[in-house]
Nanobody
Framework: VQLQASGGGLVQAGGSLRLSCAAS????????MGWFRQAPGKEREFVAA????????TYGDSVKGRFTISRDNAKNTVYLQMNSLKPEDTAVYYC????????????????????WGQGTQVTVSS
């Protein structure tokens, strides 16, 4: 499965963006999905994940209460709604997918995911 992340851009602090991750070459309906981000000079960081059933989500501590992950299996797309953005949210955001998981399973580690999108840049100005 190939993943294409989009929706990044430049936004002022306090603003919102919605990232999308569209799949081709397969259906995402049975894939655990995650969002990660990487700022310059830093390691890739977990942001959010959603089980393939959609019934369970988990978030990194730095984004809890501000970001929401969701999925529309009919559209083969996963979303990351980002509100109350801060300059420290500036990074390249990547979506990732992993199959063969239980319906309610989530994972926060980069090594758990086999498929990665190309990333989309999010820049938050102060």
């Amino acid at each position: 499965v190939q993943l294409q992340a989009s929706g990044g851009g430049l936004v002022q602090a306090g603003g919102s963006l919605r990232l999308s991750c569209a799949a081709s070459g397969g259906t995402l309906s049975r894939y655990l999905m995650g969002w990660f981000r990487q700022a310059p000079g830093k390691e890739r960081e977990f942001v959010a994940a959603i089980s393939w059933s959609g019934g369970r989500t988990t978030y990194g501590d730095s984004v809890k209460g501000r970001f929401t992950i969701s999925r529309d299996n009919a559209k083969n797309t996963v979303y990351l709604q980002m509100n109350s953005l801060k300059p420290e949210d500036t990074a390249v955001y990547y979506c990732a997918a992993e199959g063969g998981r239980w319906a309610w399973e989530v994972d926060v580690t980069t090594t758990a995911y086999s498929y990665w999108g190309q990333g989309t840049q999010v820049t938050v100005s102060s």
